[in-house]
């Protein structure tokens, strides 16, 4: 057996090289054109796709042994958090409507991205991508069970979880992610893969992920911190190929940088405008805060953006273009959705209410050339009402974008008291836009973006009441029935925190494990 | 402050989740339950795909077969992720030390030279059929209808890639790395492969993704596993090839598990309705022709003169099995 | 130079991953958050199977890094011996 005692041991590169490369084939009895169709449409040319670097090399084998190991863990922590009823362990309940927004917003879009990444992953030609893309499908669909799976015992608790996949497809807010993932998917694999692999992965994640999930810690929620970095351990094997794949269209021929970069300046500041809700549940949602918005947008997006950035600078890439626009609006754009969320709160699946004094006083310090100068005001203004007796709603609907479809609420960039809008021209009709950088995406692609499914317009338009609703009826309420529609239930989903059956649950159940009654 | 949260007895407030609710009633639900039903969005697409204007990004037009509701394809081993995950972690790590021990004490030399040659001839090529399953796979979990179906071809596909590998690891462990050169060169020209590559080829560009299930999952997997990892292992065993069934393990039971899983589908849809079934029974003959032709070289390779026999006791096996289906063939 | 990180979440198993890549990297910063420890060095951060498996005193494969991974970034070598991130 002194042969086999001196055969070495096949590196890792190696082993991976022959169990995956050379599994394809060149078809010949059907055209390669027939078998992959989808991979020139978008004008991206590929030559040779052997060049493809494989960063994470796993075999299926080691693929389950690591990630059974991470299930096996993070299911242990879920059953101990039910049976513990760990949920009374937060810091209080208004920390709980983070993780609403994160159920109805964000699930489900781990969903659509497992199914998005399947198709890339049988859509291109290369078996080095193809089978990175699937394993990446395979973890979303992991994302969005564990995700589920951890809220699930807060569902049994507390309102506004109970439909999520019903509310994210109708609720005028949630059409801001679901159409995102929407138009990634629509797009050919490529551009999928600028859009999610690379922006959303890449540049964005860490800014989803990293903050969201200290927050849990530092809120007393070890369920959500437990899915959220398990989740992240996959998050850096996808972060790779993104990163892999920009690089790898880049160096595979120069006509592609000008479409490449096209995608990048699209897809940074579509994921950027989704992410006002973080900033929003940052600065606002977790009672005890980690690091403000604008911190987390400085160290994830600036400094570490910037790196990535200045890497890409020897393909001609540029940093994307909107980011101008995006230091300006680190300043802002968590209170103007929070503000925007708090007068809507009547069409919200979760509860609202203004911060503390010593809360704005933390504002203060983490935004001091704009809390004091443009919100605390009215922010104390409207706290001062609600004390009095004078919770304010606004009943009506806000004006949609017509691309990243959020409310217009944000303001023009030279002037914070003015209300930015853009307006574009396409076959006869006005769109409207929030921002120079979502009038350029509708501009580039009008006939896609004329399509959007409007939540407000489809309102007013009288697509969202229940079946059999007849708004001529005497006193016919239209936001009743629209919430009915939305499967919101009023009174329990909605409205402010205070007086919410929530809090006084979450009062009554703490009170019950702290004192004796 | 301690808090001793255990002590509390609390009412929750629901059960689970209200679209649970509305399939199963208020009660504490699975977590296959929580993690697969409704989860693919089904209304309101706000872009029409740039690959395929004409279809909504999920579409039932997208094959003929058609479901009142397509949840009534649930899996019966009720895979999610992490049971998946932690069933298949068991198997490899089985696997793995199957080959560990193969290797360190070079069981591989004491085969004797016909049994290795066989398996490098048969075996090995084989992975190259296998990529063509994770395809289709793949290809259904993109575009087929329903959580209930897609996310288990996933796991399929993933299944089919780990015995791509599993089958590679073989090749090298018999010939080292010649022997994957050799397969492929067997695959791409060598008569005897051909036909099954042909065969491969004409699915991977099928439209229908339930047409591909029955091709791949029922049809090719239903003839091909019993000749390879029943019939062709039992005479490995038999003449001194222990070591091929050691290492093929892994894929005579996971035939048997996922053969369930696959007949579990294709009872449901085909009890259906009336076209369901002519269309499922018509897409079983249709591939069946061509697998048929295309394992006859292979089968005649390994068993030489039995070779016919072995064949047609597989088909007669495989057409009790689809007429249990409710298929009519 | 820019800088490249690594985060691990905060357990028994990634005590001594930290300790090694530390002794490693003497360039490297220790951020220590809620259930997350971040390591940010300039240019580069290089973390050597031999150092971790002195410190565990058993084999070590470089892959079990993904357990308990939360987020890197610069671009990837790894191969048996060593996990390289590096800005080029």
Known sequence: MDMHAAKKKMSLKEKYAHMTRGLDWETSYQSPEKVFPQASFEGIKIHDWDKWEDPFRLTMDSYWKYQAEKERKLYAVLDAFAQNNGHLGVTDARYINALKLFLTGISPLEYVAHRGFAAAGRNFPGVGPRVACLMQSLDEIRHAQTQIHALSNYNKHYDGFHDFKHMLERVWYLSVPKSFFDDAFSSGPFEWMIAIGFSFEYVLTNLLFVPFMSGAAYNGDMATVTFGFSAQSDEARHMTLGLECIKFMLEQDPANLPIVQKWIDKWAWRGIRVLTLVGMMMDYMLPKRVMSWKEAWEIYFEQNGGALFGDLARYGITVPKCITQCTIDKEHISHQAWATFYQYGGAAAFHTWMPSDEEMDWLSAKYPNTFDKYYRDRFTYWREQAEKGNRFYTNTLPMLCQVCQIPMLFTEPDDPSQICYRESDYEGEKYHTCSDGCKAIFDDEPQKYIQSWLPVHQVYQGNCFPEGTDPTVAGFNPLAKVLEWYHLEHGKDNLDFEGSRDQKNFDLWRGMATKNT | MHIDLRTVAIKPVRQTFDHIVRRFGDKPASRYQEGTYDLQQTDIFHYRPLWEPELQLFDKRRSKVEMKDWYALKDPRQFYYGAYTIARARQQEAAESSFEMIEERGLADLLPAEVKQLALDILVPMRHVEWGGNMGNSYITAYGYGTAITQPCLYHAMDHLAVAQYLSHVGLVLDGAEALDAAKEAWMNGALWQPMRRHVENVLVVQDWFEIFVAQNLVLEGLSYPLLYDYLDADFSANGGTVISMMTRFMSEWADETGKWVDAQIKVAAAESAQNKALISDWVKQYRAPVLEALTPIAARAFGDKADSVLSEITDQFNARCTKLGLVL | ?88
């Open chain 3, 1 to 88: 130079m820019s800088t490249v990180f690594i985060a691990f979440q905060t357990n028994d198993d990634t005590r001594p991953i930290i300790e090694a890549i530390l002794a490693d990297n003497p360039h490297a910063v220790l951020d220590e958050q809620p259930a997350m420890v971040k390591i940010n060095a300039e240019g580069q951060l290089v973390i050597k199977r031999a150092t971790i498996e002195e410190l565990i005193g058993r084999d070590f494969d470089l892959q079990e890094l993904q357990i308990n991974l939360i987020t890197l970034s610069g671009h990837l070598d790894e191969d048996d011996d060593q996990f390289t991130l590096a800005w080029k």
